[in-house]
C-alpha cells in the first residue's frame, strides 16, 4: 500500500508550536546610575540630611564691631515609600497540561523583578518633575523648566539654554547627560540645520548615525551625551509654560518631560535607598494546589539637587 499525504493525514500534526516562547522586546534601564543610593539607614522609614547655606560678607569700619551672621541650614527628607509586589503562580493541573510549563515558570521570577525595577526607572524619572503644572520652577533668576522652543517642538537652542541654566546654577559642565523621549531624537535628526553637514561639520555624526543608539550615545549635542527612553514623565494635563526665551505661553499637555543634568557623581540629582531589595518567595499552596512566586521590594527616591535638573517639555507629534 502506498503511504501519501491523503492516507497518512491523521499522522500529521495539524500545528507545529516552537520548544521557546516569544519574549516582548525589552528597553534597557539607565535610572539608577543616576541615584545616589544612601546606606546607614538602619530602621525606619524616613532619612534626614541636613544642609547648610554660604557665609555672607558684610563692609567692615576699622574699630568697629563685626557683624556675625549664622549660615542658613535646612533639612532634606526622604522617604521609603514605595512598597511593591509583583507575584504568579500556575496551578498544579496546568503544570500537568502545558507543554511549556517549566519554560513559563522559569520566567516568573525574572519578569517580576523586571517589573519592580521599571517602576524605580518610571519613579526615578517622574521625581524630577514632582512639583504643580504652570511653573517655570525659576531658582536664581533662571527657569529651569520650559518648554520646546518652537510651540512645544525642542530645538537645539534648547540644548544651549540647559547648559545655560546649568551654569547659572553652578553645576559643573562635565558628564551633561539629556535623556530624552524619542520623538525629540527624531525631530532634532531632521533639523534642517543639521542635515546640511557641510556647514555644520560638527553634527555630521547625527546625520550618519542619530543621535543616539541604545544605551551609548554618537554624538555629544552643546556638551549634552544623549539617550532616548521612554520612561521619561508625561507634562501635567493643561500644563501651559514659557518658552526659554520668557515670554511665549505654551500648552504642553500630553507632552514628555526632558532631562537635562550633570552626571557628575558630586552631584547626582537624585537620592534613593532600597530597604529591601527585589526578594523572592515561593510556596506551593495545598488548598488550591498551586506554585506561588511573589518578589517584593521597598524602596524609595526623590530628586535631591533641583538645581542640577533642567526639564524641557516637548510634544510628542513628529511630521
Known amino acids: 500500500m502506498a503511504m501519501t499525504t491523503s492516507n497518512t493525514s491523521f499522522l500529521q500534526r495539524a500545528q507545529v508550536y516552537s520548544t521557546e516562547l516569544k519574549e516582548i522586546l525589552r528597553e534597557e534601564m539607565m535610572a539608577q546610575r543616576y541615584v545616589r543610593m544612601l546606606d546607614g539607614f538602619p530602621d525606619g522609614n524616613t532619612f534626614n540630611i541636613p544642609s547648610i547655606g554660604q557665609a555672607q560678607v558684610d563692609n567692615y569700619v576699622e574699630d568697629s564691631a563685626v557683624t556675625y551672621r549664622p549660615l542658613d541650614t535646612g533639612n532634606f527628607t526622604f522617604t521609603i515609600d514605595k512598597y511593591l509586589s509583583s507575584a504568579t503562580y500556575m496551578t498544579k493541573k496546568a503544570e500537568q497540561d502545558l507543554f511549556y510549563a517549566n519554560e513559563l515558570m522559569s520566567r516568573f521570577v525574572p519578569e517580576q523583578e523586571r517589573s519592580i525595577m521599571e517602576h524605580f526607572e518610571t519613579t526615578t524619572f517622574a521625581a524630577a518633575d514632582s512639583g504643580n503644572e504652570n511653573s517655570n520652577r525659576a531658582l536664581n533668576g533662571v527657569n529651569m523648566r520650559i518648554s520646546g522652543g518652537n510651540a512645544g517642538v525642542i530645538e537645539l537652542a534648547d540644548f544651549a539654554y540647559a547648559r545655560y541654566a546649568l551654569k547659572k546654577q553652578h553645576v559643573p559642565d562635565n558628564n551633561l547627560v539629556a535623556i530624552v523621549d524619542p520623538s525629540v531624537e527624531f525631530q532634532l535628526n531632521s533639523l ?95 488548598d488550591h494546589q498551586r506554585h506561588e512566586f511573589v518578589t517584593t521590594a521597598r524602596y524609595g527616591v526623590k530628586l535631591y539637587r533641583p538645581e542640577n535638573m533642567v526639564q524641557v517639555v516637548s510634544l510628542t507629534t513628529i511630521s
Open 192 to 286: 534642517g540645520n543639521l542635515v546640511n553637514v557641510s556647514n555644520n561639520p560638527r553634527f555630521e555624526g547625527i546625520v550618519r548615525d542619530g543621535i543616539a543608539t541604545g544605551m551609548r550615545f554618537v554624538a555629544n549635542v552643546y556638551g549634552f551625551d544623549v539617550y532616548c527612553s521612554n520612561f521619561l514623565p508625561d507634562a501635567f494635563a493643561g500644563d501651559t509654560i514659557l518658552e526659554r526665551n520668557g515670554s511665549t505661553d505654551t500648552d504642553v499637555s500630553g507632552g514628555k518631560v526632558n532631562l537635562f543634568f550633570s552626571a557628575d557623581q558630586s552631584v547626582n540629582p537624585f537620592v534613593g535607598a532600597f530597604r529591601q531589595m527585589p526578594e523572592v518567595d515561593y510556596d506551593y499552596n495545598k
